[in-house]
């Protein structure tokens, strides 16, 4: 009892009503409490299949976020190599002593980039 005082009111409120509902139960004929636990079944029911379908849409997000994720990735990556060959083809031509157009004809890079390397 001394616990229950020194309860705020709300959780106070809460267990008197946890208690109601518990007594009510116990005094309900046999076809009240059929029909009582039929509704908590249809209850457990219907929530376990809402946090079922919110976990499978949770798991597919993330699995489609994680192949987008990728396909960006690699997108970038290709890019990158590809610049990073241009580049590196460009220096060597121009080590080679090839005149400035032709290297910007062959590699696509422009004249700042190229004077640069």
Partial sequence: ???LERMPFEARKA????LLEVANVENMTPEERYC???SLKA???YYNTIASAERISRE???AEGEAKGKAEGKAEGKAEGLT???LLVASNMK???IDLTSIIECTGL????????
């Fill in 60 to 62: 597919k997000g993330q």
């Fill in 84 to 86: 990073e060959g241009l």
């Fill in 36 to 38: 009582y636990d039929e």
């Fill in 1 to 3: 009892m001394e616990t």
């Fill in 43 to 45: 209850y457990r029911d």
């Fill in 110 to 117: 422009d004249e700042e980039t190229v004077n640069a390397l």
């Fill in 95 to 97: 080590k080679k002593g």
């Fill in 15 to 18: 267990v008197f009503k946890k």
